[in-house]
């Protein structure tokens, strides 16, 4: 049984940073992209960031690209997501999810087979 959970949420003033990190156990690591999603309250889950099995190929949201960068350490189970010039609209859960498929050609979250609990990111001052 695959598993993701995720850490490193936490509370951040307005132009602040965060590192969230995403630990995967189950199955083999190396052939599952992995998506980063948000839910902000009272929307929809929107796909945020995606990295291939390997680590090479990452796609972005609009809203976050310039401010956000997906990186996976295989060896380590483990994929970050680096934000910065953090803003009170970023606030939400961030979830990660392991889809069944080497590269990211989707963010639509029903098309994720794997899911963690979530962290929560509260940007305000």
């Known amino acids: 049984q695959l598993q993701l959970e995720e850490s490193g949420g936490g509370l951040v003033r307005p132009g602040g940073s965060l590192t969230l990190s995403c630990r995967f156990s189950?199955?083999?690591?190396?052939?599952?992209?992995i998506g980063w999603f948000r839910q902000a309250p009272g929307k929809g889950r929107e796909g945020v960031a995606c990295?291939?099995?390997?680590?090479?190929?990452?796609n972005y949201a609009d809203s976050v690209k310039d401010r956000f960068v997906i990186s996976r350490d295989n060896a380590n189970n483990t994929v970050f997501l680096q934000m910065v010039s953090l803003k009170p609209e970023d606030t939400a859960v961030y979830y990660c999810?392991?889809?069944?498929?080497?590269?990211?050609?989707?963010?639509?979250?029903?098309?994720?087979?794997?899911w963690g609990q979530g962290t929560q990111v509260t940007v305000s001052t």
């Open positions: 990295v291939s099995g390997g680590g090479f190929y990452k």
């Open positions: 999810a392991a889809r069944t498929y080497y590269y990211c050609t989707t963010s639509e979250p029903k098309d994720y087979n794997y």
């Open positions: 189950g199955l083999t690591w190396d052939d599952y992209s």
